[in-house]
Antibody
């Protein structure tokens, strides 16, 4: 059974960079795309972007100038960096596996609050 | 960007009733439409993939239909455990997008 676990700081100051890591267990990171999705408190889901295990990425244009997703196959991990954060970036951040087009395995999510 | 419009936003339903949730895409997405269930304080769970493909472990009362721009998620004979918010998601075009969600409450 594939499991994903997000980790990283729960509090980030405005204008700083949000950094999260997703650790994949129960399966290999190779041969799949991996996504980041976020959900502001009480709101809907927003797709941030994805990465293939080879390193190929695609980002949501609304965040593209601030987002970097990277992968470390040796650690079975992939990561998210979001720069110049504001209060609008406060959300639960999820990592998920992409199977074809659907998101079949999700992490439990981690709340990141942007506040001074 | 493809916009997915779900309706209704909220539905209060009696157990054993049938629930129908619709998702309309702003342009044709073929069958690249997936449905998720999210219970409070949980991550979304994949229910239906590619508009109508069922998944192992998902109760048979959940079914999906549609193609092109109009899609439907049906819950036959609603159970108390189905109280959740349901989201559609398209993977046909980048950026991928989600519907706004439909909250289903049990009366």
């Amino acid at each position: 059974q594939v499991q994903l676990q997000e980790s990283g700081p729960g509090l980030v100051k405005p204008s700083e960079t949000l950094s999260l890591t997703c650790t994949v267990s129960g399966g290999f990171i190779t041969n799949y795309y991996w996504s980041w999705i976020r959900q502001p408190p009480g709101k809907g889901l927003e797709w941030i972007g994805y990465i293939y295990y080879s390193g190929r990425t695609n980002y949501n244009p609304s965040l593209k100038s601030r987002v970097t997703i990277s992968v470390d196959t040796s650690k079975n991990q992939f990561s998210l960096k979001l720069s110049s954060v504001t209060a609008a970036d406060t959300a639960v951040y999820y990592c998920a596996r992409v199977d074809g087009g659907n998101l079949d395995y999700w992490g439990q999510g981690t709340l990141v609050t942007v506040s001074s | 960007e493809i916009v997915l419009t779900q309706s209704p936003d909220f539905q209060s339903v009696t157990p054993k009733e049938k629930v129908t949730i619709t998702c309309r895409a702003s342009q044709s997405i073929g069958s690249s439409l997936h449905w998720y269930q999210q219970k409070p304080d949980q991550s979304p769970k994949l229910l239906i993939k590619y508009a109508s493909q069922s998944l192992s472990g998902v109760p048979s009362r959940f079914s999906g239909s549609g193609s092109g721009t109009d899609f439907t998620l049906t819950i036959n004979s609603l159970e108390a455990e189905d109280a959740a918010t349901y989201y559609c998601h398209q993977s046909n075009s980048l950026p991928q997008t989600f519907g706004g969600g439909t909250k289903v409450e049990i009366k």
